[in-house]
């Protein structure tokens, strides 16, 4: 999705794309995937209780991601890349990207437990997963944090 982002982005204001790189979009899928691992984790502690549907649910931890990682993402502006005629179309769409990311994570937590809950064996394997994911997720959830405060909050403070 953020490659996607970007495409439209480089569509829009030619001069600014750098052109496509394997290794750029390799780093861009990996982080993905680290950061929907970590996101699962604060979902399911914010939401696996609640009674709400998943587009209500989605809706509600796509603003929460926005205003979590969003407004210190924006307001550290990394390389000076949200100033300039692109700010409000990549602005608008990296902040669409984030309601995106939790209607999808929102709809595929609601079908796997829907699905995981007809035997025991997928039971199981649903517990398996969650050892094996939960590590990794908790350790990038601490270091997306811990990036947030020592790294992000100073360049907004210094700023």
């Not at 209607?103 to 517990?127: C, H, N, P, V």
Request: proline share 5%; aromatic share 14%; glycine share 8%.
């Amino acid at each position: 999705m953020l490659r996607l982002v970007m495409g439209i982005i480089a569509f829009f204001f030619p001069p600014l794309a750098s052109g496509f790189h394997l290794s750029g979009t390799l780093l861009i899928v990996i982080l993905g995937i680290a950061v929907t691992l970590a996101n699962s984790i604060l979902y399911t502690l914010i939401f696996h209780r609640s009674r709400k549907k998943w587009l209500v649910k989605g809706l509600l931890f796509g603003l929460f991601l926005l205003i979590i990682y969003g407004t210190p993402l924006f307001l550290s502006n990394p390389d000076n890349e949200l100033f300039g005629p692109q700010a409000p179309l990549g602005i608008t769409l990296f902040s669409i990207s984030f309601f995106i990311g939790s209607l999808t994570l929102a709809f595929l937590i609601e079908y796997m437990t829907d699905w995981f809950d007809q035997s025991r064996g997928r039971l199981k394997l649903a517990f398996i997963s969650f050892v094996i994911l939960s590590i990794p997720a908790i350790i990038i959830l601490g270091s997306m944090y811990v990036e947030i405060f020592t790294e992000m909050l100073p360049k907004i403070l210094n700023n």
